[in-house]
């Protein structure tokens, strides 16, 4: 039982770095389109110098982290944090304005708020339940 748990840990942390990365390069192939997404909304207005870069830096980073068991539990923590980080900027948008571009990247873009909301909803719970499973049955790392 402990071995599934773990695949189910694994499955989770390689399923995450698929999405990242394709947002990461999504956003830096259209990157001049995503600036001005991120500039146009009234919730980031004052970080859109620095913000992209950012954005695309630490989804690179944690999709990394994900890939090695030693630094696992610091990946499945920093997806936690930034899926979580998305989920609660989309219900902003959401309760605040409609008409905002996403600057999500690929396909996500082509979701409607609430589908995308309900998908990062899903994605933070998928993490808090590897991420737990981890905690739980991983031995720590050499």
């Known amino acids: 039982m402990k071995k599934c748990k773990l695949i189910i840990v694994k499955f989770t942390s390689y399923f995450f770095i698929l999405p990242f990365c394709y947002a990461a ?22 970080s859109s110098q620095f913000l992209p870069y950012m954005i695309i830096i630490v989804e690179f980073l944690i999709a990394g982290l994900l890939c090695y ?16 980080i998305f989920t609660w900027y989309i219900a902003l948008l959401l309760s605040t304005s409609k008409n905002l571009p996403c600057s ?27 991420l737990g499973l981890h905690l739980k049955y991983s031995r720590p790392a050499d």
């Open 25 to 46: 390069i999504s956003k830096l192939s259209d990157f001049d389109n995503f600036q001005l997404q991120i500039s146009a909304s009234p919730l980031l207005n004052g």
């Open 69 to 84: 068991r030693k630094t696992r539990t610091t990946g499945l923590i920093g997806s936690f944090v930034l899926m979580s």
């Open 104 to 130: 999500c990247g690929g396909i996500l873009e082509k979701m409607s708020r609430h589908q995308h909301l309900y998908f990062n909803m899903g994605c933070v719970i998928l993490i808090v339940i590897a």
